[in-house]
């Protein structure tokens, strides 16, 4: 259980466009989604929080307009890179994390696979 | 400020040789600590909970322990499939993970 599904995987394309990436709980429903973005062989940056339904929010010195978030239902969250230039270039990671008997805040996330984005 | 501090960076094991990585923490009112373990390439896996002081899950040949202030990670018997990145994440509520531990197993 607890599948999350992140699109695409892979993605590379030319400095200016405006990529989404998707993340899906599969079989749960996500009262919070987060995005994260990897640098190699460093930990997880949290970018933005969302929850569904409501505005992300964002981490200090993410560009709110450039990472845009929709978080319209339960289980799909979206990360748009709008005009995407080769600094953007990174490993995105969304997680996802449901209800449970405890406190929503003290489940567990569940991560997607992750979406390389290459930017020329 | 919250502040999470994962050691060693990284750790090269013979398999089988039993070692521990740790996780040391300053939270206000932790709610909850995770381990993970990321794979290159890939999204990290959900590994354990641990919610209290004194308490230890298990999972084949990993077992992670609480204190007050910090967690470890014991890896029994390691095999080279058990290499990967190990991050910790206390107080999940504000999504603060450690710089990960690095783990090779060599056979």
């Known amino acids: 259980g607890a599948v999350v599904s992140q699109h695409p995987s892979w993605v590379i394309c030319k400095s200016g466009t405006s990529v989404k990436i998707e993340c899906r709980s599969l079989?749960?429903?996500?009262?919070?989604m987060f995005w994260y973005r990897q640098f190699p062989k460093q930990s997880l940056m949290l970018m933005a929080t969302?929850?569904?339904?409501?505005?992300?929010?964002?981490e200090q010195g993410v560009e709110k307009d450039k990472f845009l978030i929709n978080h319209a239902s339960l289980t799909l969250s979206t990360l748009t890179v709008t005009s995407a230039h080769p600094e953007d270039s990174s490993f995105y990671i969304c997680?996802?994390?449901?209800?449970?008997?405890?406190?929503?805040?003290?489940?567990?996330?569940?991560f997607g696979d992750g979406t390389r984005l290459s930017i020329l | 400020e919250d502040q999470v501090t994962q050691s060693p960076e990284a750790l090269r094991l013979q398999e089988g040789e039993s070692s521990s990585l740790n996780c040391s923490y300053t939270v206000s009112g932790l709610r909850g600590l995770f381990w993970y373990r990321q794979d290159p390439g890939k999204g990290p896996e959900f590994l354990f909970t641990l919610y209290s002081a004194g308490e230890e899950k298990e999972k084949e040949r990993l077992k992670a322990t609480l204190t007050k202030k910090e967690s470890f990670l014991h890896i029994t018997a390691p095999k080279p499939e058990d290499s990967a990145t190990y991050l910790c994440a206390p107080d999940p509520g504000k999504s603060t993970f450690g710089d990960g531990t690095t783990l090779t197993v060599k056979p």
């Open positions: 997680s996802a994390r449901g209800f449970g008997d405890r406190v929503s805040s003290n489940q567990p996330q569940h």
């Open positions: 079989d749960f429903q996500a009262t919070t």
């Open positions: 969302s929850n569904e339904g409501s505005k992300a929010t964002y």
